[in-house]
C-alpha cells in the first residue's frame, strides 16, 4: 500500500433484517462480552419493511473511523463498536482491487480508517430492534469490505458484542442464540434453525403503538433485571430452557397452537420480569394491554389461536397471524378497534408478508 495513489475509495453496501424473538433474550452473564443467562429464538423478518442498509468505506485518505447513522454523526468510541471493529480488522485478509488500483494487505487494516454510513428505515430504539439490525449489517459489510473469510456462525459471536440480539440478525427464517458455555464467548453464537421458506404463511404485523424513543434501554433494563429480579433466575434456569425444546419442535412441525401459546407466554414473563425488577419496569402502555386482550379474547373464541403477540423492550405489537387469511381478519379487526386518526393516510396500512400497521392507538 506505500506510497500509493490516496484518490482510490473502496465501498461495499449490506441490508440486513431486524428480528423478533419469540422466547426472549433478557439478563447477561457477562456485559462486555455479551454473553447471555438464556438461550434465546427470534424470526428475521422480511428485508422489505424494518431493515438497516450500511455502506462501509475504506481509503487512504480517511483521516479517522467516523460514523454516521441516519444521516447524523455519532461517537464510535463506545466499547460495543470499538470491539466489534477490532474483531473483524484482526481477521480481514489481504483485497487488491486492480481496477482502481488498490493493494491492501492483511496487515495494512490496522491502519486504514474506515466511514461508515447507516440507515434505518423504522424508528430506532422504540423497540424495534435496531441494534439487531444495525449491528449485524455493520459486521457483513465490513466482513465483506475486508474479506474475512469466517462462516455465518463465527460473525455473529463479532455482532454479538454489538449488541446481543444482532447475532439472530445474520441468519434469515428461524434463528437460535445459543448461550454457550465458554468463558470468552467462542461458544455463544446463532445457528439457523429453518430457513424463510420453512413456514411461509405467517403473516407478521407490527402495530407501531408509538414510534417514540424508549425510557429505558434494553441494556440497563436488563442489567436492573438481573441485580433484583428473583423471577428472571428462576425464568432462565427452570423455564426458557423447557420453552426452547418446545419451540423448536413447535417451528420443526409447523405447529401454530404451540408457537402462539409458547410466543404469547414467553412475553407476557419477559414483561413480568419487568415489574418485578426494582424499580420496576414498564415497557407497554395501555394501547399494548389492550392489543393483549383483544388477541386473546379473539384466540379463546376460535378452536386453536390464530395469531400470537409479542412485546419486545418498548409498546409496540407485533403480532403474527397464522396465514394471510388471518391477517386480513387481524388487520381489520385493529382498524375496526384502534381507528385511525382522521388525517392519517391510509397508505400506511399496508398488508404483506411483514406489514406495518401505524399509529395504532
Ligand atoms: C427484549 O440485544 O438490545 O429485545 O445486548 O444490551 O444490546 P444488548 O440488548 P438487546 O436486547 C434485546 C432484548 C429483547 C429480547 C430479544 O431480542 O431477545
Redesign the pocket.
Known sequence: MAGESKKWVLMVTAQTPT?I?VI???G?RDETL?LPIND?I?VTLDPEHLCTTTTVAVSPSFESDRMWLNGKEISLTGSRYQNCLREIRSRASDVHDEGKGAHIEKKDWEKLQLHIASYNNFPTAAGL?S??AGFACLVFALAKLMNVKEDRGKLSTIARQG????CRSLFGGFVKWIMGKDENGSDSLAVQLVDEKHWDELVIIIAVVSSRQKETS??SG?RESVETSLLLKHRAKEIVPRRITQMEEAIKNCDFSSFANLTCADSNQ?HAVCLDTSPPIFYMNNTSHRIISCVEKWNHSEETPQVAYTF??GPNAVLIARNRKTASLLLQRMLFYFPPAPETDLNNFILGDNSILRDAG
Open positions: 428480528n424473538a426472549k433474550y433478557w447477561k455479551i434465546s427470534s430492534a441494534s439487531a449488541s446481543g440480539s444482532a434494553s441494556t436488563m419477559f419486545d423492550a
